[in-house]
């Protein structure tokens, strides 16, 4: 069940939002009629927003890792749409996809940077805004390689095991998320994190067919998620309907953290 618009504010920001998940947590905001911004790269917000034909979102085109433009444009939406109720930040530099033994260490610091720092000023910024408000709710999203390792052997020949600068930097979004949830609790600024298992794009399913088995061989469910499945957790928790909750880890992952 999606959340009725009171519930979620009046403008919930989603960065990252024309990705495989980002785009059905965008759909449904549109849905319940909530002025949405959708936060991509140039273009693909706008297709987004044509494909699905939505009608209370709004396309930002930004590239996120780039600091300084971040600050900028983040000021500048608050400026113009108000300080939002909620936030969804999905975005997430890309990764090395390299093995332990090839990655340099230029490339575990690159990645570290380029994904932790922009998340920790976007929250910042906007939670301070929230806070002198009084009421806000952002929602950070790890994984499960953020909690546990990656198993090499599903990662068969000729792919590559998760990397393991993906890992550390989504272990510390768990740890940003907590922190962040103490200093803004009292100010009513809560900070969570939906912390996905395995949701392979349909492409990626599609090209590799046997990984995809092989993942699903790991979940407690005996299959991989559906990006729909992402929707209510994230909703949930930026919603009043999770009022009481903060510095929280939401698993939805099919039971892959169980065991």
């Known amino acids: ?42 273009g693909r917000a706008e297709a987004t927003i044509a494909d699905r034909r939505l ?68 929250c910042r910024q906007v939670g301070a805004r929230m806070a002198e408000r009084g009421h806000g709710s952002v929602v950070l999203f790890s994984s499960m390689y953020g909690v546990v390792s990656p198993d090499p052997g599903i990662y068969l020949p000729p792919m590559t095991p998760n990397p393991i600068d993906y890992g550390t930097a989504k272990a510390g979004l768990l740890q940003m998320m907590r922190y962040l949830s103490v200093h803004f609790g009292a100010s009513g600024v809560r900070f969570n994190c939906v912390t996905p298992g395995p949701f392979p794009n349909p492409g990626v399913q599609k090209a590799h067919p046997e990984f995809v088995d092989r993942l699903r061989g790991k979940t407690a469910l005996h299959r991989v998620g559906r990006n729909h499945e992402i929707v209510g957790p994230t909703l949930f928790l930026l919603s009043e309907g999770s009022s009481f909750v903060t510095g929280h880890s939401l698993a939805v992952d099919g039971g892959w953290t169980a065991w």
């Open 1 to 42: 069940m999606i959340p009725n618009a009171a519930s979620l504010g009046k403008v919930v920001w989603v960065t990252g939002g024309a990705g495989y998940l980002g785009s059905a947590i965008v759909g449904a905001l549109d849905a319940a009629g909530v002025t949405t911004l959708c936060f991509d790269l140039p």
């Open 55 to 122: 009608n209370h979102t709004v396309a930002v085109s930004c590239d996120l890792s780039d600091l300084e433009a971040q600050r900028e444009i983040v000021g500048r939406m608050m400026d113009k749409y108000g300080v939002p109720d909620g936030v969804a930040h999905l975005t997430f530099a890309s990764s090395s996809g390299k093995r332990v033994e090839e990655l340099s260490t230029d490339d575990f610091s690159r990645t570290l940077t380029a994904s932790l720092t922009p998340t920790f000023d976007l």
